[in-house]
Every structure is written in structure tokens, then in C-alpha cells.
């Protein structure tokens, strides 16, 4: 099977199985769902599917030449977008455009993978799209956004949408283990809960230093401060930290954000969300003490912002400072 290797998305690989199998593709396919869920490992492996010579099976054999190709990274109908810098430039785009005035060189179809197309600016968007209303024959687009930002609506509506949901926690903690397994299992419980069961997002974060500012980060808010001075004056110092945490940032706030929102179910349901650390459930329910639901929920709002502002290529130092201001408050 093409998709053996990937745990969990059970439907959205049944489905792209089936396309496969009885050659009905569409001509363009949008693999939508959280940050590090797996969308982009499924639209990879089903590429890879695509251009394996090979028919007898669907799986790709790893010996032809399409298969090798594609390993090495060179195969000349793969093409592969990725964001240069923090978005998709409409520069990149147009490459893409070029060559799709040529036929594929091998006899099947030519693929092309744009990923993170949610960073892309209108400009960029509008071009993708004229491709999308007149493709080329024996072309496929495969899209993968994360469901962070909205994606041009007018994208949406060219495409046939795949959305991805969070995988339960214990099939993320395998996947996590997989990829890390010097980690102990309860350690990857509790990274693919941090997570909200995306091990892409969890393995980013085992790598950085983003959850040893979570674990100086969460106890300084939850301390009370003994002047409003001194708790100005160490907020502007975390942001400080935040800020050089440069992309990474993201992952930090999707982490306070779990944090917030669980606290929050904490004050309405009185027991702890899912199964976390002993240490991650004292702090909920410090949380809970120290503040009530429309503090957190102003909290949520705050990081929120701080994403938007983010995307909106904010200056980081001055996003990171207005949300601590915020979150002290
Ligand atoms: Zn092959």
C-alpha cells in the first residue's frame, strides 16, 4: 500500500487509495488540518505513489527509475514548493507556471506540491489560482495549508478539499516514539497531548528550546508578583527570550494556547481535560485558582492576536512584548 508506512488519517487514505486505484484523480487536491498533523507526510506519500512506474501495484517499488528519482530528490515531473522565508513569493509561483507550459518529461503526469500554501500573499494566490481554473493536462496539485490562517476561498473552491483532523493522543505518542525513540512513552504522552495530537508539531518542539521556555514561561505568569514593577520588568525580559525563538514562536504560542484552553475547561468541567503530567495538572489547577473564565478567555484572545499579528509579519520583539503585557495583566 502506498500509505503502509502512515498511522492514523484511516479515511482520508481509504479515500485517496480509491482515487488512485480507479485513476480518478481530480486535478487538484487541498490537504487542510492542524500544523504537523500528517497532511503533508500523506500528500508526499501519494506523489510518490503517483510517479512510481511500476503499475502492478500502487505502492511505489523503490527500484524503477520514478521511484529512485523521487529518493533522490530529482525527479523532473516532482516539483516542490516550499515558502522562502515566511511565505510563498509569487516569484516561486511563476516558475512553476513556466514550466507547466512544457509536458511532463516521463509518459505519466507531472506533480506539483505546494506546502504552507496558507503563508501565501494575495499576489501570489491570484497566480496559483489562474493555474488551477485552466490546468494543463497531466498535471496534479497536491496543496497542503494548515488550518492557521484562511486559505483564498476562491483556491478552496478549485480544489477537492482533504481535511485532516488531530489524531488521538496514544496514535500521536507512536508516531512521536517512531521518530524519537529514545523518548519514554510517557514522555511522548505528554508531547503528543502538548500537542493536541499533531507529532509533527511535537517533534518540532522536542528538537528547539521552546518547551524549556514553556516550562520558565507558565510559572512566571502563575506567580504572584510581589510589585507591578518588578512583574513588568520580568515579562519584557521573557519576551525577550520569545522573540529569538524566531519561527519557533509559533509553537510556543500553540503551547500556551493548550494551556489557557485547558485551564478553562478546568473552571467548566471541574476535572482535568486529558491525561497530562503531574506537573502540567498542578498548574491548571493554579491556573484555575488565579484566574476566572473571562481572564482566560481574554488570555486565549491575547495569543490569538499575537499569531494574527504574527502572520501579518509584525515586528516578533513587539508582538511577544504586547502579549506579555497582556497576559499579566
Ligand atoms: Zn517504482
Known amino acids: 500500500m502506498v500509505f503502509s508506512n502512515i498511522l492514523g488519517h484511516s479515511r482520508s487514505i481509504s479515500f485517496l487509495s480509491r482515487v488512485m486505484k480507479g485513476r480518478r484523480l481530480a486535478h487538484a487536491y487541498l490537504f487542510s488540518g492542524p500544523e504537523g498533523v500528517g497532511k503533508a507526510t500523506v500528500a508526499r506519500a501519494m506523489a510518490a505513489g503517483l510517479l512510481c512506474t511500476d ?3 500502487l505502492a511505489p517499488c523503490g527500484y524503477c527509475p520514478g521511484c529512485r528519482q523521487f529518493a533522490s530528490g530529482n525527479h523532473p515531473d516532482f516539483l516542490r514548493v516550499l515558502p522562502d522565508g515566511a511565505s510563498i513569493k509569487i516569484d516561486q509561483i511563476r516558475a512553476v507556471k513556466k514550466q507547466l507550459t512544457f509536458s511532463p518529461f ?7 506540491l505546494v506546502e504552507e500554501v496558507q503563508t501565501m500573499r494575495r499576489e501570489a494566490g491570484n497566480s496559483l489560482l489562474k493555474m488551477l481554473e485552466e490546468p494543463p493536462p497531466d498535471n496534479l496539485f497536491l496543496l497542503v495549508a494548515s488550518d492557521a490562517e484562511p486559505v483564498l476561498s476562491t483556491i478552496l473552491s478549485r480544489c477537492q478539499v482533504i481535511a485532516f483532523a488531530p489524531l488521538a493522543d496514544d496514535l500521536a505518542a507512536d508516531i512521536i516514539r517512531r521518530h524519537a525513540p529514545e523518548l519514554g512513552k510517557r514522555d511522548a504522552l505528554n508531547l503528543a497531548r502538548l500537542s493536541e495530537g499533531c507529532p509533527g508539531w511535537a517533534l518540532a518542539m522536542e528538537t528547539g528550546e521552546v518547551l524549556a521556555l514553556r516550562e520558565q514561561l507558565i510559572p512566571a505568569l502563575l506567580e504572584k508578583k510581589r510589585s507591578e514593577a518588578r512583574s513588568i520588568e520580568e515579562s519584557l525580559f521573557l519576551a525577550g527570550a520569545m522573540a529569538e525563538l524566531k519561527t519557533d514562536l509559533n509553537l510556543l504560542l500553540n503551547l500556551l494556547k493548550v494551556f489557557f ?24 489547577v493554579r491556573a484555575r485558582e488565579r484566574w476566572n473564565l473571562s481572564q482566560l478567555s481574554d488570555k486565549i484572545c491575547a495569543v490569538d492576536s499575537a499569531g494574527q ?4 509579519n509584525c515586528n516578533r520583539g513587539l508582538v511577544c512584548e504586547v502579549l506579555m503585557l497582556r497576559l499579566i495583566a
Not at 516521463?106 to 506539483?112: F, T, V
Not at 484552553?261 to 491548571?284: G, I, N, R, Y
Not at 499579528?309 to 501579518?312: E, I, Q, S, V
Open 309 to 312: 499579528a504574527l502572520a501579518r
Open 106 to 112: 516521463a509518459e505519466g503526469r507531472r506533480i506539483i
Open 261 to 284: 484552553k485547558d485551564a478553562l475547561l478546568l473552571s467548566l468541567c471541574a476535572e482535568s481535560p486529558a491525561p497530562v503530567s503531574a506537573a502540567h495538572t498542578k498548574e491548571l
Open 55 to 57: 503499475t502492478s501495484t
